[in-house]
Structures are given as structure tokens and as C-alpha cells.
């Protein structure tokens, strides 16, 4: 299995602008957008297969966290369907998705399936998957301790990752074990709103001084990460999409606020 998406090439965007030198910006590899989503999730789908009706899948919905390899940590309670269904069979799989965060299409969102084996952890695991799924998911205190409740690991053999229309790849379990998740993650949203809100005359200009696209009338950042950013370019002859890289990786908000205000000047001094 390869981890190069469907048009041929890590994080390429489909549409008109594909064919822009802008779009060969850097962007984060498949296996860091699957580690990312994964850090950021604190539910999914799980989907064991059924004792009865016996070989169906059966899909529920789980709390989850990773532990430092990216891999699913789970808190079951034997009572429910899906452990008995693993305690038969540990072949299993787990959707995850981007949160929404105002965009109206689910189908627009980075969604990820691993697949792998799940099974009960014991001892110095079980201890350690503890401390990671309290650190996500607090109120799980009041019941962790109960008997009936186990912590389950997936180990993933393969995943398959979606990031939108026209971004998807299979991506191998080793890479995505040693992929790094993207540090503004956290601060993403924020940093959209703020440049979109607050700074739409410069992300304009990013538009068409710095991406090419010189009939711009409008443009909004849709995506940053710790090497740029994308933009959703408004022309007369309809939307494109451009990527713009950073002068260097960033991981602070403080070094992204400095690296736009290069680029403003950047696509300002082009301008003049």
C-alpha cells in the first residue's frame, strides 16, 4: 500500500488550482493529518463483527484517546455488545473524524479508518492506557474502577484516510506510528477566524499577489498547519484552491503571527 493520494501526489488539492506553482507548497503528509485527527479525537466509531446476527459488522459509538504511538485506547464495559463481540473476534476497525467546527458538509471533513486487531490490556498497559484516557476524558473517573470495565488497545495494520474531495490514501501502519501530530492543531480554528475576520485584506492578498491568482475578488484561509496554509479563492471565472507555504516550519501561534505578517509584506511588495 502506498500513502500517495489518488491524484498522484501527499496533499494535493483537486481542483483549478492544481495546476498553480503555488500548490506545490508543502504541506502535511497523510500519515501527519491521520496522527493529528487522531490526538484531537475523543470519540469514533467502532465496528466489530457480530455474533448475531453472526458476520455482520456492528458499528457503536465509543470514547476514545491514543497513546504516544497514535494507537486507539479504549475504556469497554463487558456488558456491552461490542466487547462480546471482540472477546469472539478482535478483528475490528475505528472511524474518526475532524470535529465540524462550523463547516456545513461532513463529507468537506478529514475523517480516518485503522484497522487492526483489538484487544484487553493488562498490567503496566492497562496502568498506562489509564493515565492517557483520564488525561481526554476526566469524567471518566467515576467509573473507570468499576469490574466490569476493561481498557482495550487497537493496534492498527493499515489505515485508510479521507481528507476531503479528492485527498485519500492508504496509509502504512510505520509511517503512521512515526508521523508527529500537527502542534497547531489546537489553535487552528482560532487562527482561521482571527486571519478571516480580522485580516480578510491580507488573506486577499496572499490570494493574488503570492498564489498568482490575480482576478481574486475574494479569499478565505481554510486550513493551517505547521507548514502553511490553504486558501478558497472567489474569481469571476468561478472557486480555486492555492496553498502557500511558510518561510520555515512553524509551531507556536507567536511564530505563525510573525510568519503571516512576513507574507503580508510579501505579497505587498509584490503588488508595488
Same mark, same amino acid.
Given at each position: 500500500?502506498?500513502? &500517495?493520494?489518488?491524484?498522484?501526489?501527499?496533499?494535493?488539492?483537486?481542483?483549478?488550482? #492544481?495546476?498553480?506553482?503555488?500548490?506545490?507548497?508543502?504541506?502535511?503528509?497523510?500519515?501527519?493529518?491521520?496522527?493529528?485527527? @487522531?490526538? !484531537?479525537?475523543?470519540?469514533?466509531?467502532?465496528?466489530?463483527?457480530? !455474533?448475531?446476527?453472526?458476520?455482520?459488522?456492528?458499528?457503536?459509538?465509543? &470514547?476514545?484517546?491514543?497513546? #504516544?504511538?497514535?494507537?486507539?485506547?479504549?475504556?469497554?464495559?463487558?456488558?456491552?455488545?461490542?466487547?462480546?463481540?471482540?472477546?469472539?473476534?478482535?478483528?475490528?476497525?475505528?472511524?474518526?473524524? +475532524?470535529?465540524?467546527?462550523?463547516? #456545513?458538509?461532513?463529507?468537506?471533513?478529514?475523517?480516518?479508518?485503522?484497522?487492526?486487531?483489538?484487544?484487553?490490556? +493488562?498490567?503496566?498497559?492497562?496502568?498506562?492506557?489509564? &493515565?492517557?484516557?483520564?488525561? #481526554?476524558?476526566?469524567?471518566?473517573?467515576?467509573?473507570?474502577?468499576?469490574?466490569?470495565?476493561?481498557?482495550?488497545?487497537?493496534?492498527?495494520?493499515?489505515?485508510?484516510?479521507?481528507?476531503?474531495?479528492?485527498?485519500?490514501?492508504?496509509?502504512?501502519?510505520?509511517?503512521?506510528?512515526? @508521523? +508527529?501530530?500537527?502542534?497547531?492543531?489546537?489553535?487552528? @480554528?482560532?487562527?482561521?477566524?482571527?486571519?478571516?475576520?480580522?485580516?480578510?485584506?491580507?488573506?486577499?492578498?496572499?490570494?493574488?499577489?503570492?498564489?498568482?491568482?490575480?482576478?481574486?475578488?475574494?479569499?478565505?484561509? &481554510?486550513?493551517?498547519?505547521?507548514?502553511?496554509?490553504?486558501?478558497?479563492?472567489?474569481?469571476?471565472?468561478?472557486?480555486?484552491?492555492?496553498?502557500?507555504?511558510?518561510?520555515?516550519?512553524?509551531?507556536?501561534?507567536?511564530?505563525?503571527?510573525?510568519?503571516?505578517?512576513?507574507?503580508?509584506? +510579501?505579497?505587498?511588495?509584490?503588488?508595488?
Amino acid at each position: 500500500m502506498s500513502s &500517495t493520494t489518488d491524484h498522484g501526489r501527499p496533499g494535493a488539492v483537486a481542483g483549478p488550482a #492544481a495546476e498553480h506553482p503555488a500548490q506545490s507548497a508543502r504541506a502535511l503528509s497523510h500519515a501527519e493529518r491521520c496522527r493529528t485527527l @487522531a490526538e !484531537r479525537a475523543r470519540a469514533a466509531t467502532l465496528c466489530t463483527i457480530a !455474533r448475531d446476527p453472526a458476520g455482520y459488522p456492528y458499528g457503536s459509538l465509543v &470514547t476514545v484517546a491514543v497513546d #504516544a504511538h497514535g494507537r486507539p485506547l479504549l475504556l469497554l464495559s463487558a456488558l456491552a455488545e461490542h466487547t462480546g463481540n471482540l472477546k469472539a473476534r478482535t478483528e475490528a476497525s475505528l472511524l474518526l473524524a +475532524e470535529p465540524a467546527e462550523g463547516r #456545513a458538509d461532513p463529507l468537506a471533513l478529514g475523517r480516518m479508518t485503522l484497522v487492526g486487531p483489538c484487544r484487553p490490556l +493488562e498490567g503496566a498497559e492497562a496502568a498506562a492506557a489509564r &493515565t492517557r484516557f483520564l488525561a #481526554a476524558h476526566p469524567r471518566a473517573s467515576y467509573y473507570v474502577d468499576f469490574t466490569d470495565f476493561s481498557f482495550y488497545r487497537l493496534d492498527p495494520v493499515s489505515i485508510r484516510y479521507v481528507g476531503g474531495f479528492g485527498r485519500m490514501s492508504w496509509v502504512e501502519a510505520a509511517e503512521y506510528a512515526a @508521523a +508527529e501530530p500537527d502542534p497547531l492543531a489546537p489553535d487552528a @480554528a482560532r487562527i482561521l477566524e482571527h486571519m478571516n475576520s480580522d485580516h480578510a485584506d491580507a488573506v486577499l492578498a496572499y490570494a493574488k499577489a503570492l498564489a498568482g491568482i490575480k482576478d481574486a475578488t475574494g479569499a478565505s484561509m &481554510t486550513s493551517v498547519d505547521r507548514y502553511g496554509f490553504e486558501l478558497d479563492v472567489i474569481t469571476p471565472a468561478g472557486p480555486k484552491a492555492a496553498r502557500l507555504a511558510f518561510g520555515a516550519p512553524v509551531t507556536t501561534t507567536d511564530e505563525v503571527r510573525k510568519a503571516m505578517v512576513a507574507l503580508v509584506r +510579501e505579497a505587498r511588495g509584490r503588488s508595488a
